[in-house]
């Protein structure tokens, strides 16, 4: 086989970038966690590379999830938009982003959600789009409301979308979760202060964005997601007397 | 050089998943009736050895030449159509399959080769963050033997890496995110 020189990987995000496997205060991850520690990859083909879609994977109108079933979602009609980066500040152009969420009242569309709040029969909570070829997207959807969990006394989850990225390798592989400003529900939940560093907690925050802001329309909220940055190449990098 | 941008971090998947993420041709790496298309199947368990049914598996490989539709491949990008990716989520067995083409071996630094593999993550509720995982193939055991990610490892971690050949043919996969009673925890990597 013909050797080849890889191209650079990508940087380790800082310590308490991400939230540990094993967190005492969110009670699930106490049998899903691994308890050996982890092995590194390092990157390799496979790892330097993902999956990249095209537009076959979207649906018209996945990117509005106020509309299904032929009418209107009930809710703050909301949009939500930002770009996807990497940790250089480079647009991630033409990538999927998949989301999820409650409806206005805080309930999944999805059987295992019994809590009494009503189900939106216009509301499935679920959109797509892809990034245009500045990293764009923009989804019209409503503000989700909170809902309780069980998993203290008293425990309600902060409003949030769930996203989904790919970014261009497997190594950039994120799911995350987007929050709204100054969630009275934040200092309670577990799953939010499982990040252990405060100000990469807050980049799971968005903000209100009046320019986005549509009159008698629907409200605008601005989030920008970074996804790991490359290494520098060993001719930046490297000094020369290593 | 601006400062780096600190990355997003990642939060659990949750309980609903399956609103947003599985595809009706998730498991569908290659379409059925495909030649030479392989069944890899498994459950995801816990660490009480139960099964876990809200989770999601999905995987990512080279082509059956070891080639990437990828423009990061130094050696090229294919357009040989080969998807390369599936995504499956767990059912109330914590079952998972996929079909799709054993993958080529694949250069690397030094002159060295990796074996046949996938990558593998799994996302589940109850996990903050991604596992990932790879699969190796049983037919390659003289590959697996010099491939420089399982030569990392002590030989029951490899063997747990290493799919099982079920009588149907189906290479048999399975993933513990613990140790339990039932069995020792899977290896998982950082990435």
Redesign the interface.
């Given at each position: 086989?013909?050797?080849?020189?890889?191209?650079p990987g990508?940087?380790a995000?800082?310590s308490g970038?991400?939230?540990?496997?094993d967190?005492a205060g969110?009670g699930?991850?106490?049998?899903?966690?691994?308890?050996?520690a982890?092995?590194?990859?390092?990157?390799?083909?496979?790892?330097?590379?993902?999956?990249?879609f095209g537009d076959e994977?979207v649906l018209p109108g996945e990117d509005d999830l106020t509309r299904w079933n032929g009418g209107e979602a009930v809710g703050q009609r909301i949009v939500v938009h930002g770009r996807v980066?990497?940790?250089?500040?480079r647009p991630v152009p033409n990538t999927l982003v998949?989301?999820?969420q409650?409806n206005a009242g805080g309930r999944?569309?999805?059987r295992?959600?019994n809590w009494p709040s009503p189900l939106d029969p216009n509301f499935?909570?679920?959109?797509r789009t892809m990034t245009n070829d500045k990293g764009e997207f923009r989804f019209i959807t409503i503000r989700p409301g909170a809902y309780p969990w069980g998993n203290h006394p008293n425990a309600w989850r902060p409003a949030h979308i769930?996203f989904?990225l790919f970014g261009?390798?497997?190594?950039q592989?994120?799911?995350?979760?987007m929050y709204f400003p100054d969630d009275p529900l934040f200092f309670q939940d577990p799953?939010?202060n499982?990040?252990p560093d405060p100000?990469?907690?807050q980049?799971?925050v968005s903000a209100y964005d009046h320019e986005a802001t549509t009159d008698h329309w629907a409200l605008g909220f601005r989030w920008d997601?970074?996804?790991?940055?490359r290494e520098q190449t060993p001719f930046e990098s490297e000094p020369d007397d290593d | 050089m601006?400062e780096?941008?600190?990355?997003?971090?990642?939060?659990?998947?949750?309980?609903?998943?399956?609103?947003?993420?599985p595809?009706p041709d998730g498991p569908d790496v290659v379409p059925e009736g495909t030649a030479g298309a392989i069944r890899i199947a498994g459950t995801l368990a816990?660490?009480?050895g139960?099964p876990?049914p809200d989770g999601l598996v999905?995987i990512?490989?080279?082509d059956p030449a070891g080639r990437?539709?990828?423009p990061?491949?130094?050696?090229g990008p294919v357009a040989s159509g080969f998807?390369?990716?599936g995504r499956c989520a767990t059912e109330s067995g914590g079952a998972f399959w996929f079909r799709t083409l054993k993958p080529g071996?694949?250069?690397?630094?030094?002159?060295r080769?990796?074996a046949p593999?996938l990558?593998v993550?799994v996302?589940?509720?109850?996990?903050?963050?991604?596992?990932?995982t790879?699969v190796y193939f049983p037919d390659e055991v003289d590959a697996n033997a010099a491939d420089?990610?399982l030569r990392?490892?002590d030989p029951a971690e490899r063997a747990l890496l290493t799919a099982l050949p079920q009588p149907d043919g189906t290479l048999r996969f399975d993933i513990r995110?613990?140790?339990a009673e039932a069995g020792p925890?899977?290896?998982?990597?950082?990435?």
């Open positions: 086989m013909t050797p080849i020189d890889l191209p990508y940087r995000d800082p970038t991400h939230p540990p496997m967190f969110y699930s991850t106490a049998l899903r966690h691994p308890t050996r982890l092995h590194v990859l390092p990157h390799r083909l496979t790892e330097l590379t993902g999956p990249l994977r980066l990497d940790g250089d500040g998949e989301v999820w409650a999944y569309f999805h295992v959600d499935t909570g679920l959109g769930h989904s261009r390798a497997f190594t592989r994120l799911v995350t979760q799953i939010f499982s990040v100000q990469a907690r980049r799971m997601i970074v996804l790991r940055g | 601006t780096p941008l600190g990355s997003t971090p990642s939060q659990t998947v949750g309980p609903f998943l399956s609103i947003g993420l595809w816990d660490g009480a139960a876990v999905e990512w490989q080279a990437f539709a990828h990061d491949d130094p050696r998807r390369g990716f071996a694949l250069p690397c630094e030094g002159g080769v990796e593999h990558d993550s996302f589940a509720r109850g996990m903050l963050h991604r596992l990932v790879r420089p990610v990392e490892l995110l613990q140790a925890e899977t290896p998982f990597f950082a990435v």
